[in-house]
């Protein structure tokens, strides 16, 4: 794994599966690989029994005995395929692999490695983009069709190109659209835009969808699918120039604000994509996009890689492509672009904007992208590598039946084109301006000077970093401030530069951390979420090493609150402690970190804090307590610590979420703290037990017996929370953790049961309870509610100052009106002996079944 990559992990097992499918459902159109399905057998059809259907005729095939080889050779694989799986005793050779896909995977890979090098061959591409084409119209408006999307054919250049739109959009004036260019692959030689319109419409559906769950219904999303000219009978400069002409056929024809687009492609596609964006900084015209996506990206054509038996590709059709390369860059070694195109890795990446490198682990080109993500991160731009284990060359084209990760690598696509639009705005265009100064400027004999005491004007903002030749060598990253004064009779353009840390972590959110004059300012990669520390707020900084990639730092602020950042590198570290005793005028203090394997030592409370320290005061553990859910004595000198649980870690990953102190009998002095007041210490820090505010209803534990979680608790409401006080456990319930409510009567005729659905379930110990069920008698009784009189109003005469009546139906009718959550009933059904429920059992569990109104 390269440094800077992180691999996706598996989908995460969460009780909120259910936005999850709400994100993921977008395979409905997805019926770009069925294309390829129909081609392939149209093409193994044609190979055995000599059709002309494909165009094709006996160029693939030159002789009888071929075809029957080739398809000897399928049928091989196939049975290879069938007999592996069935020596593993019906397993999969890989998890995220289908039977489906390792029969396809044998079968193309095999059939590939003998004939397909042919398919670059002139008139053998002519064809198979004609019949693509043909397949993509019919697939294309049946995607079309289902996805309930307006098709817009246009040319430009003598080329065909595809705009794809929903029929109903919000007015353009008054909402932003993000519009996602794509360049299709196909090694420069195969396919064509319309091949790419179910695929286009996955893209469409799945950014509309993050809008909505975003909440951002007006913005309107777009994707276009350029064309190009293609090898062998255009050179590589052509197609170059293909590219970037769409693209400004785009911006200054068709009048897209080029914030609006983010550029993206795959495999070759994805070379192209690169191309543009380097042949747009070079122009200086500031027309770059948000951003850019590179998926299973094509950028060495000139290099020679091992073959991988695991991927579906042919390393034959990679060395036709390499072969047609080298010779079109020696026919044209001249042109600059051809060189750019052919090997995108040894070009000057800096000045582009962010980017995204999806990277599949049995890619036959897998090392182009790490490559070009360790220069892009040399070069100062802003890069993100994403690998999939397992995964073959444009793994995401296959549908989620096939290939499951295909699903999760276009939510990531769609989610970072999303982000990057989202932040973008004025961003690139002073990138640009500062790209035009250091390539002009400084050859028209003026002075670049990083001024020590900081700008004296407002920051100009910029999303990604500058070129990084900076005289002081001090690398720009978010932020930087330009301004012109005259000094000496000469122009000296003053730069302050605002250094940027990658790869920062706050919690379990990667960022960038911002170093500027005026304090820290943390921002997340994924999200608009950041963290400002202004200068005059930090009160001391220390630092922590954990490994040569993992140091933290702790940042105290003025009341004693910290914050932490994890993930720095050492020479991070070395940067940061210039940069604060330079502008802060503070020292970055290490801290001494117990390292003699004991757990014990002193408790201390230190702000909202609980921090153990060993001999030399080093820390041996430090609790921000805020994370602290429930403090319990569950022996004489032992205190139990619960944690919140976090619920954006992946199901495989291990978090802490209990932890026992034991605390010895003291002799009696003052010195020694009990477990019972270290207990009520935790609890108060905490604000497990301090409310703030008076409760409105109070229901005194002899009301009613909690089944789940067994005992009796006494129940407070409040405004925006709810509080369960025992012998033993307290818990505070947030209403919004209060997923629905049931009344439902029990089948003895006597008692009701009143159950709290939680989407985070309460702990004691180990033991999750994410149902709360509350048992209550029918007898009357009267409660008070403390609301003022014009506080009573606002429920329209359903709630008083004393209700009365039977408890369960009080107890409902507070929870519909003071909480806000619709409480279910059991509705009209009866059994034959007039109870609301059947018994029934599940494993060997039994309990009973309520039908209600539309559900069980």
């Known amino acids: 794994m390269p440094v800077f990559a992180w691999r996706s992990p598996a989908a995460m097992a969460t009780s909120k599966n259910h936005d999850v499918r709400a994100v993921e459902g977008c395979d409905a159109s997805h019926v770009t690989p069925l294309a390829l399905a129909a081609y392939v057998t149209l093409a193994s059809i044609n190979a055995v029994w000599g059709f002309d259907a494909l165009g094709i005729k ?20 196939l049975c290879r395929a069938i007999g592996a799986y069935v020596a593993r005793g019906c397993q999969l050779r890989f998890p995220e692999w289908t039977f489906v896909w390792e029969c396809m995977q044998g079968m193309a890979h095999a059939a590939g490695a003998r004939n397909c090098h042919h398919l670059v061959l002139s008139a053998n591409a002519s064809a198979f983009r004609r019949n693509s084409d043909v397949l993509g119209r019919w697939l294309g408006a049946l995607s079309c069709y289902l996805s309930d999307t307006k098709l817009e054919v246009f040319e430009h ?141 094509f950028f060495d054509l000139l290099g020679d890689h091992d073959d991988r038996k695991l991927s579906h590709l042919s390393q034959n059709m990679r060395h036709a492509m390499r072969k047609l390369a080298r010779s079109d860059s020696d026919c044209e070694r001249e042109q600059a672009d051809t060189q750019k195109l052919a090997r995108v890795a040894q070009c ?29 991160a040399a070069d100062g731009v802003d890069v993100t590598l994403k690998e999939y284990d397992k995964m073959p060359h444009a793994f995401f084209l296959f549908p989620s039946l096939v290939l499951p990760r295909a699903r999760t690598a276009v939510r990531d696509m769609v989610a970072f084109a999303i982000h990057c639009f989202h932040c973008h705005d004025d961003h690139h265009q002073a990138r640009a301006i500062l790209y035009f100064l250091y390539h002009t400027l400084i050859s028209s004999k003026k002075d670049i000077v990083c001024p020590p005491n900081g700008p004296t004007t407002e920051p100009l903002p910029v999303a990604a970093p500058v070129p990084s030749a900076l005289p002081s060598g001090t690398s720009i990253g978010l932020c930087v401030s330009v301004w012109s004064v005259k000094e000496r009779e000469r122009d000296v353009i003053y730069i302050m ?38 200068k005059d707020e930090i009160v001391t900084m220390l630092w922590t090493p954990v490994g040569e990639k993992n140091n933290h730092i702790k940042v105290y602020q003025k009341g004693g609150k910290y914050v932490r950042f994890t993930g720095l590198k050492r020479a991070d570290i070395d940067q940061l402690k210039q940069h604060v005793e330079t502008y802060f005028d503070r020292e970055l203090v290490q801290e001494k970190v117990s390292s003699s394997g004991g757990n014990w030592g002193e408790m201390k409370f230190e702000g909202p804090n609980l921090n153990f320290r060993g001999d030399n005061e ?50 009696g002095s003052d010195d020694v703290i009990t477990a019972e007041a270290f207990r009520d210490e935790v609890l108060q820090r905490a604000n497990i037990r301090s409310v703030t505010g008076k409760s409105i209803v109070e229901l005194e534990e002899s009301l009613g017996t909690f089944l789940t979680p067994r005992g009796r608790y006494g129940v407070e409401i409040y405004a925006n929370f709810l509080r369960m006080h025992g012998k033993t456990f307290d818990y505070k319930i947030m209403y919004s953790n209060i997923n629905r409510c049931f009344l439902l009567e029990l089948p003895n005729g006597i008692n009701t049961a009143f159950v709290i659905s939680l989407e985070e379930p309460i702990r004691q110990g180990k033991q999750g309870y994410p149902h709360l069920v509350l048992q209550l008698s029918k007898e009357d009784v009267h409660i008070d509610v403390n609301l003022s009189a014009d506080e009573i109003k606002k429920y329209n005469g359903n709630i008083h100052e004393r209700m009365s009546g039977a408890l369960p139906q009080i107890v409902a009718t507070l929870f519909k009106f003071i909480i806000g959550k619709k409480v279910y009933t059991s509705g009209k059904f009866k059994t034959h002996s007039g109870d609301r429920a059947v018994k029934c059992a599940v494993k060997a569990q039994s309990g009973h079944l309520y039908p209600l109104e539309k559900s069980f």
Request: hydrophobic share 40%.
């Open 348 to 376: 000057d990446l800096s000045g582009l904007p962010s980017l995204l490198l999806v990277g599949a682990e049995f890619d036959l080109v897998a090392d182009h992208a790490r490559a070009v993500a360790k220069k892009a």
């Open 618 to 667: 080093s820390s041996v553990l430090e609790l921000p307590l805020e994370l602290v859910a429930q403090c319990a004595l569950p022996g004489k000198n032992e205190v139990e610590l619960q944690f919140h649980e976090d619920d954006t870690v992946a199901g495989d990953e291990e978090t802490l979420v209990e932890m026992r102190v034991y605390l010895p009998p003291g002799d």
């Open 58 to 77: 006996r160029r693939l095939i030159v002789h009888e005995f071929m075809r029957w080889a080739l398809c000897f050779h399928a049928l091989e694989a």
């Open 497 to 534: 530069a605002e250094t940027t840390l990658n790869n920062v972590f706050w919690g379990h959110s990667d960022g960038h951390l911002v170093l500027s004059a005026s304090g820290l300012l943390w921002r997340s990669r994924t999200t608009e979420s950041q963290k400002k520390l202004a």
């Open 157 to 297: 250049r003598g080329l065909e190109h595809v705009w794809l739109r929903s029929k109903i959009e919000h007015d353009a004036s008054s909402s932003r659209t993000l519009v996602l260019m794509y360049y299709h692959g196909g090694g420069y030689t195969l396919f064509c835009p319309r091949f790419y319109i179910p695929f286009g419409n996955v893209l469409l559906q799945q950014a509309k969808r993050q809008f909505a769950l975003a909440g951002d219904e007006d913005i309107n999303a777009q994707v276009i699918l350029p064309n190009d000219r293609k090898f062998p009978q255009h050179s590589l400069a052509t197609i170059a120039a293909d590219g970037l002409a769409i693209y400004n056929h785009i911006v200054h024809d068709r009048g897209v604000d080029p914030s609006n687009i983010v550029l993206a492609g795959d495999s070759a596609g994805a070379g192209l994509t690169m191309e543009t964006l380097l042949k747009l900084r070079d122009s200086s015209s500031g027309d770059f996009p948000a951003g850019a996506i590179c998926a299973c990206p």
